[in-house]
């Protein structure tokens, strides 16, 4: 709250030297290119290049000659070296405080690009710096591996030749997955660089998502039992989405897969997803999975009513006639009130149907007619 002191108002002198100091950052100084270094304030130079280094450009020339005042610019900004004398800029320590700061640094050395050293000091800052290098250097291989370690996103740079290099792939794909989709088709028939890229669990993330490697897989590959089955132990149920057809109905792997999540269903063949057993094992652990049932099954009083108990949602995905059946609407909504969202529109036409679900939870009255709306808040009061 501002606090006011004849029409003014009072700021801390905390804040009132934080202001001073930002001001003195903002003021823009009319430096003289020919400036001399007795007129320079050293301290005010610093000041200013510590919280902006790209400032250097705008600094006399004796400034940007003088190494301990490009050092300072480049510690905060390392694209900074563009605006250094062209003696500082052919430093290869400066270089090294440059690129060791900002990857991106490595677009303005147009000279060095091709400098093995020079070019590992920026990738080993930011993997995707390496579209700056030389083409030859982006056919190294060690390099390239020291770029897509840093950043996987490295590999689309690298030259094309490498992406049929089983060594190499196999090591990118070691250290990301994503770098599958960038390998040659040939090696994408290859069993076990599939099988790397489907172990890589360096994170959380990776768990939960390396299992899209199997997508870049050939059809062959796809249809490997023991390469899913592997996934499916790691806890990747979603590898099923892109397998072969014959292992998605394989009923054995779908028992796997619905003890990690009951959405497995959904990666089941039109025979599994008719199965009894499966079925309600999927629908205890998620009942939403009911959605992928057979209509069959989502015609079940004894399978849909446990889901809509645990989620009333479920009854979106029961069928037509049980979302208008007077006794098992009225058996959900006397359950939870809030499950007559999704009744059949006559049903949340009916009187009975509707005060049944507004006594369970008065928030139901949203889903009745405005007529019965009206009706049903009369009551209440």
């Known amino acids: 709250m501002a606090v006011k002191y ?5 700021v801390p002198f905390s804040k009132r030297r934080e202001r001073e100091a930002e001001e003195a950052i903002r003021q823009s100084d009319v430096w003289a290119e020919d400036m001399p270094m007795e007129l320079i304030d050293s301290m005010k130079v610093c000041f200013q290049l510590k919280h902006n280094g790209l400032r250097l450009k705008e600094m006399p020339k ?22 250094a004398s062209e003696d500082l800029q052919a430093d290869r320590e400066l270089m090294e405080t440059a690129l060791r700061r900002t990857g ?12 093995e050293e020079i070019v590992l000091w920026a990738v080993q800052t930011s993997g995707t710096c390496l579209r700056f290098a030389a083409e030859e250097l982006r056919r190294d291989p060690d390099l390239c591996l020291e770029a897509v370690r840093q950043n996987w996103e490295a590999i689309e740079y690298c030259h094309p030749t490498l992406y049929s290099d089983w060594d190499f792939m196999k090591q990118a794909i070691g250290s ?15 069993k076990e ?30 249809k490997q039992r023991d390469l899913v089955e592997e996934a499916l132990r790691c806890g990747s149920w979603q590898v099923l989405l892109h397998a072969d057809a014959t292992l ?13 999540s009951g959405f497995a269903l959904s990666c089941a063949s039109a025979r599994l997803r008719d199965d009894e057993e499966l079925v309600f094992q999927a629908v205890r652990s998620q009942p939403l999975a009911l959605e992928h049932a057979s209509e069959r099954l989502r015609d079940r009083e004894d399978l849909v009513f446990p889901a809509v108990q645990m989620d009333r949602c479920a009854l979106e995905h029961a069928t037509d006639r049980l979302r208008g059946d007077f006794d098992f609407v009225m058996r959900c909504v006397q359950c939870n009130g809030m499950v007559s969202e999704f009744a059949s529109e006559a049903l949340r036409a009916n009187e009975e149907i509707m005060s049944a679900a507004v006594k369970q939870d008065w928030r139901a009255v949203n889903f009745a007619p405005p007529a019965l709306q009206s009706h049903l808040q009369s009551k209440q009061t």
Request: hydrophobic letters at 50%.
């Open 6 to 10: 004849r029409g003014q108002v009072l």
């Open 62 to 83: 004796v400034v940007r000659e003088h190494r301990p005042f490009v050092e300072v610019a480049l510690e905060e900004n390392g694209l900074a070296i563009a605006f």
């Open 104 to 115: 991106e640094a490595l677009e303005l050395l147009e000279a060095f690009q091709a400098d």
């Open 176 to 190: 990301s997955w994503r770098c599958l989709s960038f390998a040659h088709p040939d090696l994408c028939n290859d």
């Open 193 to 222: 660089v599939v099988r790397i890229a489907l172990r890589h669990l360096k994170s959380e993330r990776a768990l939960r998502q390396h299992w899209l490697a199997m997508a870049q897989a050939s059809a062959a590959v796809r």
């Open 248 to 260: 998605q109905d394989d009923r054995d792997l779908l028992r796997w897969a619905l003890q990690r």
